[in-house]
């Protein structure tokens, strides 16, 4: 056994137990987990749609009830 303070960079990287080749790459991006499922991201959208339509028709009737 070596004397840490006289240990070299590629003694520290072999005294890891980590494998040179990991069975699961690096992520590079979102992973599929990160994502909110795909119910919900269509829920959202018909809710969003849904607030904007109501929010329309009021300054509709706001603008309507105004117009003399």
Known sequence: MKDANKMSATDAADATDAPLNPAT???TGPNEEDRAP???TVRVFIYLVGVHFIAAFLFFLFYV???K
Request: overall charge positive.
């Open 25 to 27: 790459p690096a992520r």
């Open 65 to 67: 009830a105004g117009a």
């Open 38 to 40: 795909m119910t919900f």
